[in-house]
């Protein structure tokens, strides 16, 4: 378990941490309403920048992924034209910019990517001198702004959603427990500021250090968070690769009794598979996109290239989706930031999503729960932005 935490921890610290030290000069580069004109009578120069060429491992799968996936979606596109080229960044931010400008001057009109947050916010600065908007795979808030969109799901997102279906269910009052890492304070955060959005409230929040005795530690005073503040919920920040497994099979031993008081997670619950099988998680509540769509793309691509695509694959299906969605219409500002954060979205491969004006996104969220070590919709996804859900 211990190691677990250690690489946990390693990973949530690189990718945060570096988020945190970017100087995000992205944020105020573009005015709203900017990107370049097109002639939709002839296919679209679309440049896709993918961490082809890194040394990290696994990123020469994710890039092929991202590639063939956007593939898939040009498939889609009826009547619409889409001239897709690849550039590679090797997953570096001096590469993703030098990629950005190259593929600028080659006559790309909107850039897919790249993956990584400091990556993203190099190109991105590349780009809004030339009026271009940059739809990135990053799920980081921190380089949204300007012409830099972000595709990634957020942790606002999530929580809102949660925090809403927790308070319409009786279950509002919420003690948040989370690690002392980045990743943790940004899943605090992101809670609470759910809970001011919603009718949920904050009771109270319980810190621990992210390591084995650092959450053994924390049990006794989440006990005493939730019995003093008449918590109905308690929601955790952690991941399956980190705390959580200790966490949920601790508190119920510890008389933070599953049955009365909701467990309720800011992450997927069910990746792994086989965090399915956890006693402790069993009744929890956590959000995920629409079951069915999501595997229906999952099923199209393994059709079609032989092999599951990689969990974030599907960002550049949704790149491609909203571009094809927009140029359909045949404007030449279909392009701009105005025409991208329309307010009726775009379906996607895991259901509606839509842009928003401060470069996030909101995604149509189902609510889930796990019943004999297997995962049950207790709430659909909405399928328009005035549904449910929202």
């Known amino acids: 378990m211990f190691a677990v935490f250690k690489h946990a921890r390693k990973a949530a610290v690189a990718a945060l941490a570096a988020a945190s030290a970017l100087t995000l000069v992205a944020c105020d580069t573009l005015p709203t309403g900017s990107g370049p004109s097109i002639n939709t009578s002839k296919p679209v120069p679309v440049a896709l920048l993918v961490p082809r060429g890194s040394a990290q491992s696994g990123d020469a799968v994710l890039a092929q992924s991202l590639e063939n996936a956007a593939r898939l979606a040009i498939a889609d596109l009826n009547g619409v034209q889409v001239d897709l080229r690849i550039y590679d960044t090797a997953g570096t931010p001096e590469q993703a910019s030098t990629a950005a400008a190259t593929a600028i001057n080659d006559g790309a009109r909107i850039i897919l990517g790249p993956v990584y947050a400091e990556a993203a916010n190099a190109a991105g600065l590349v780009a809004a001198q030339r009026n271009v908007n940059v739809l990135a795979f990053s799920n980081n808030p921190a380089i949204a702004?300007?012409?830099?969109?972000?595709?990634?799901?957020?942790?606002d997102n999530t929580a809102r959603r949660l925090a809403g279906y927790a308070a319409r269910q009786g279950k509002g009052d919420m003690i948040v427990v989370s690690g002392d890492d980045p990743a943790g304070q940004v899943g605090r955060q992101a809670v609470e500021r759910a809970a001011a959005q919603t009718a949920a409230n904050v009771n109270g929040a319980v810190s621990y250090e992210l390591s084995q005795q650092g959450v053994i530690n924390a049990i006794p005073t989440i006990r005493s968070a939730v019995r003093s503040s008449g918590a109905q919920s308690v929601f955790l920040t952690a991941n399956t690769a980190g705390a959580l497994p200790l966490l949920t099979q601790l508190m119920p031993e510890a008389g933070v009794n599953p049955a009365e008081t909701q467990y309720i997670g800011l992450t997927r619950w069910d990746i792994p598979a086989q965090t399915l099988a956890l006693p402790g998680i069993q009744g929890g509540?956590?959000?995920?996109?629409?079951?069915?769509?999501?595997?229906?793309?999952?099923?199209?691509?393994?059709?079609?290239?032989?092999?599951?695509?990689?969990?974030?694959?599907?960002?550049?299906?949704?790149?491609?989706?909203?571009?094809?969605?927009?140029?359909?219409?045949?404007?030449?500002?279909?392009?701009?930031?105005?025409?991208?954060?329309?307010?009726?979205?775009?379906?996607?491969?895991?259901?509606?999503?839509?842009?928003?004006?401060?470069?996030?996104?909101?995604?149509?969220?189902?609510?889930?729960?796990?019943?004999?070590?297997?995962?049950?919709?207790?709430?659909?996804?909405?399928?328009?932005?005035?549904?449910?859900?929202?």
């Not at 969990?311 to 030449?332: E, H, N, T």
């Open 145 to 155: 702004g300007g012409n830099v969109f972000i595709l990634g799901p957020t942790f």
């Open 285 to 390: 509540w956590f959000a995920l996109p629409d079951p069915t769509k999501s595997q229906q793309f999952r099923a199209r691509y393994q059709g079609t290239y032989g092999a599951a695509p990689h969990p974030i694959g599907g960002l550049a299906y949704d790149g491609v989706a909203a571009i094809g969605a927009l140029v359909k219409a045949g404007k030449s500002d279909a392009l701009t930031a105005v025409a991208l954060t329309q307010g009726s979205g775009f379906q996607g491969t895991g259901g509606v999503f839509r842009l928003l004006a401060d470069g996030t996104n909101e995604r149509g969220l189902a609510v889930a729960t796990i019943q004999e070590q297997k995962v049950v919709v207790i709430e659909p996804a909405p399928t328009s932005f005035s549904g449910a859900g929202f």
